[in-house]
């Protein structure tokens, strides 16, 4: 027979490329030929002897499963890199807009910023410090405030779980605390994310999600303008400015005012549970008032241990704000956030009557 002039594999070859055809990986017999290197008209006699040779079952054709194709699992990756570019572009909007962001006052009247150290609301709080200056800052008109970070321990896993485990506190009952923290009545111009926020990241998405007011909250370090019909005051107002040194709790603030980028009228932070203030005027004439807030983490046994003082005030700053005054009397500081409190009232009702007498 003509079969017996071709070897068992050439016709087997043969059926592959028919098959091929079948299945589309070829488009025809012509195309077929022309891809394997072989004229169509020996290809087409090889096919048929082929297919002689299968039903004479002469040549044996080895049976092959047939193996699923699934369905690619996602989108084109082209659309995947498009969507993500979006994202990017939405982000890099965001991160942007977070950098001086104004807090719009009606008037030129005279505000007070208090400045909330660490609360770390919880067993070692100062409960009736804290409460009364809650109350203050709530009734005080004109007194706005900035929320440094720190609003519970929120002790994360590993080493620090034996701190947690060691607190009289749920996390449930931290949550309840930020919460009554955030919707106290205190007009809040920012609060920002510290350390402490972040050892559980569940902590500042609740607190951004119950958060009905759109208070700005910004992780670290908020960098806002207050801004007023006859000018503008910028804060930096930071959970921590980078520098440390023993001789100067206000290291950080002064590095930040001497060589940031940007020139600013107060730069305040929290975190080390210690407070100082300073006023001056630079080389350069620009006058700043640098402050550190002490929090309300009281009988700490960390700071116990390790020899740190206790220091009684300053757990909250006041700055009072004329942003029609000069020089140092446009930010003037308090330690005692009552005792400024008290000073705002009064400098709001001077300023009351000294406009009705040029009236």
């Known amino acids: 027979m003509a079969t017996k002039t071709l070897e068992n594999e050439e016709l087997l070859a043969a059926l592959d490329v028919e098959k091929k055809i079948d299945q589309g990986v070829y488009d025809n017999l012509t ?9 169509r008209s020996t290809l087409a006699h090889r096919i048929d002897l082929a297919r002689a040779a299968r039903e004479d079952g002469q040549i044996e054709i080895q049976s092959e499963i047939q193996l699923p194709t699934f369905p690619d699992p996602d989108i084109d990756t082209d659309k995947i890199i498009d969507h993500m570019e979006q994202r990017f572009k939405k982000r890099l909007t965001h991160e942007k807009a977070k950098t001086w962001f104004p807090v719009k006052f009606p008037t030129d009247e005279t505000i007070g910023l208090a400045v909330v150290g660490d609360p770390h609301l919880g067993p070692n709080t100062n409960w009736p410090l804290l409460k009364s200056h809650v109350a203050c800052m709530k009734e005080t008109k004109g007194l706005y405030a900035i929320n440094i970070g720190d609003n519970a321990d929120n002790w994360g896993w590993g080493r620090l779980m034996a701190l947690y485990a060691d607190e009289d506190i749920s996390r449930q009952t931290e949550r309840r605390l930020g919460k009554w923290l955030l919707e106290s009545g205190i007009k809040w111009c920012a609060w920002l994310h510290g350390n402490h926020e972040l050892f559980h990241g569940e902590f500042p998405t609740y607190l951004a999600t119950i958060n009905c007011q759109k208070v700005p909250m910004v992780d ?5 303008k207050l801004v007023f019909p006859s000018g503008e005051l910028k804060v930096d ?3 921590d400015h980078k520098g440390s040194s023993i001789y100067s709790p206000l290291h950080g603030q002064k590095r930040a005012a001497l060589w940031g980028q940007e020139s600013c009228h107060l730069y305040v932070a929290g975190h080390r549970h210690s407070w100082a203030l300073s006023q001056e005027e630079l080389d350069n004439g620009h006058c700043v008032v640098l402050g550190r807030a002490r929090g309300y983490k009281w009988n700490d046994p960390y700071s116990l241990r390790h020899g740190f003082a206790e220091q009684s005030y300053g757990a909250s700053l006041l700055f009072v704000i ?3 005054a000069n020089g140092p009397m446009k930010i003037v500081p308090f330690a005692d956030l009552l005792e400024g409190a008290e000073y ?9 009557r000294n406009s009705s007498n040029t009236r």
């Open 31 to 39: 195309h077929a030929a022309k891809e394997i290197g072989m004229a």
């Open 322 to 324: 004329d942003i029609k």
């Open 237 to 239: 107002a930071a959970h």
């Open 344 to 352: 705002l009232k009064w400098k709001r009702a001077r300023d009351r």
């Open 220 to 224: 670290w370090r908020a960098k806002l």
